[in-house]
């Protein structure tokens, strides 16, 4: 049809519990990255604000990838913010 897909080889389901058991693992895998602010806004779908990406540390990622994602309201409030064209980053 198309569709290019690939599996992504975890043994835990994101943004559900199971992320609790590896955040250890992640915070300590995540150590050393040392976030910078962006040129380039960016909107948070899991904490539905604007972000300065300074604030992405290993605390963040672990967020990102336990919590819910609110991708339909984060949607509407940029295009409540005028915004018709988007761009979602992920792995």
Do not use: C, K
């Amino acid at each position: 049809m198309g569709v290019r897909a690939r599996w992504v080889d975890v043994d835990y389901a994101s943004h559900t519990a199971q992320v609790e058991a590896i955040e250890g693992e992640l915070a300590r895998s995540l150590s050393q990255v040392r976030p910078v602010s962006s040129r380039i806004p960016f909107f948070s779908t899991v904490e539905g604000v604007w972000l300065d990406t300074a604030e992405l540390d290993a605390g963040y990622w672990y967020r990102n990838l336990r919590s819910t994602v609110r991708f339909a309201p984060s949607i509407e409030r940029l295009l409540e913010e005028g915004f018709r064209a988007f761009v979602e980053v992920s792995a």
